[in-house]
């Protein structure tokens, strides 16, 4: 009884030595992330091979494994910036990106963890500044919006696109200009809009105008070819059919006597 403690002494000890290292060579990778593996004597970070997936891993105690979130995420940025004519102007914009999982470890060998405040937000400040520095407030403000979007996301791919970052997509979130100048531009597009508007109405009325004039100039012309087709024989001929017509009905009696200048019947009675 009193060897038993010295004997199981060696296994204590060991068992507590595995737990140890156990707990220092399990790694457990959460849904939607990735995980970089340092090899202390191994050359360092892992850059030829996939990263780390998903669920639980054993790796050497004196290893160490970076995790990354590898899911689309969003940054949001709000920059003052100046517009084509000097204005301040200041601008939100969201981009969403996520690291190339296939490049993991080179982004954390050569940009590290922090690779959004050393590579992403400096490349949409810079194309952001380009950008708008083309454009009037007018135009940010309204009618170029979309187009300033897409310029902004193609200049910071082409920036980002070698920094193992996968840039999906740039939204202008807001543009914010000073009050004077905003209120000048909404009071312009008014403007412009009653302009439209008038516009439309006067060219509606001169459509409908030349309708009555090609309407009125067809009846004209009609009347004009009826005219000139209707002889003294056949109105003479359209008389005599109306009055043979008049004279077979019911409702009346025809007397006819000799013939007017035209020599049409002449009627003298009807009931």
Do not use: C
Request: glycine share 8%; no cysteine.
């Amino acid at each position: 009884m009193e060897k038993l403690p010295k004997v199981a002494l060696p296994f204590i000890i060991g068992g507590i030595i595995l737990i140890i290292v156990l707990a220092k060579s399990a790694v457990t990778i959460g849904s939607g992330e990735a995980g970089v593996l340092y090899k202390t004597f191994g050359g360092g970070v892992v850059t030829d091979k996939a990263p780390l997936g998903e669920g639980f891993h054993i790796v050497a105690p004196w290893n160490k494994v970076f995790i990354y979130e590898a899911r689309q995420q969003e940054l949001t940025e709000r920059m003052k910036v100046l517009s084509s004519n000097g204005l301040d102007i200041q601008l939100e914009a969201s981009a969403w990106y996520k690291p190339e999982l296939e490049n993991l470890g080179k982004l954390h060998q050569e940009k590290g963890a922090n690779y959004l405040e050393r590579v992403l937000k400096p490349a949409i400040r810079s194309a952001t500044r380009s950008v708008v520095g083309r454009y009037t407030p007018e135009q940010i403000y309204s009618s170029k919006r979309d187009a300033i979007q897409q310029e902004i996301f193609d200049e910071t791919k082409k920036i980002v696109d070698d920094q193992y970052i996968d840039l999906v997509e740039i939204l202008v979130r807001d543009v914010t200009l000073p009050t004077a100048i905003k209120d000048a531009i909404e009071r312009k597009l008014g403007q412009e809009q009653q302009s439209l508007e008038y516009e439309f109405r006067l060219i509606t009325a001169q459509k409908e105008a030349e309708k009555q004039r090609i309407e009125a100039q067809g009846k004209a012309d009609a009347n004009r070819i009826l005219s000139a087709s209707l002889t003294d024989k056949i109105l003479q001929d359209k008389g005599i059919e109306a009055t043979m017509k008049l004279s077979e009905s019911p409702n009346s009696k025809v007397i006819v006597i000799g013939s007017g200048d035209s020599g049409l019947p002449i009627i003298l009675g009807n009931q």
